[in-house]
């Protein structure tokens, strides 16, 4: 099994989505994993749900993820938009992470898991951390 197979499995991908490749960063203590679909992969549109829409242009964005053992960890995938005959152009949904959100649907479980005042903690960690400058976007 190759490591990016072990990372679609444990990151719940669905086609058309995979994994590009990972790379670690041991002096940042960092996983960068990559997304990316097949050249030519259809998405459905976000509001009326037409399918079979073919990626209209992409913007590259990066999700804060669960930390990998020490690594902090980041998916970064290029984000298809695509062009509806009822809604115009529209940015997909994808399975890990809620529409606008810059973390995943897991690291956000693991956060709104912690107690109230820890969880005003990690999110004010996690901003900062995000901040301009600080090299995360
Ligand atoms: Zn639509």
Request: hydrophobic residues 40%; contains cysteine.
């Amino acid at each position: 099994m190759r490591d990016t197979d072990l990372f679609q499995m444990a990151l719940g991908l669905t086609p058309p989505w995979q994994v590009e490749s990972c790379e670690f960063a041991a002096e940042q203590k960092r996983l960068d994993i990559r997304l990316a679909f097949p050249r030519g992969s259809v998405f459905v549109c976000p509001q009326c749900g037409q399918a079979d829409l073919k990626a209209y242009d992409t913007t590259e964005k990066s999700w804060r993820h669960l930390n990998f053992f020490q690594h902090e960890a980041w998916l970064t995938a290029k984000l298809p938009r695509v062009k509806c005959d009822h809604c115009g152009v529209k940015q997909v949904s994808v399975p890990w992470a809620r529409p606008g959100s810059g973390f995943t649907l897991l690291f956000e479980a693991l956060v709104m898991s912690l107690p109230g005042p820890c969880q005003h903690e990690a999110w004010q960690s996690m901003w900062a951390s995000m901040a301009p400058g600080s090299g995360a976007w």
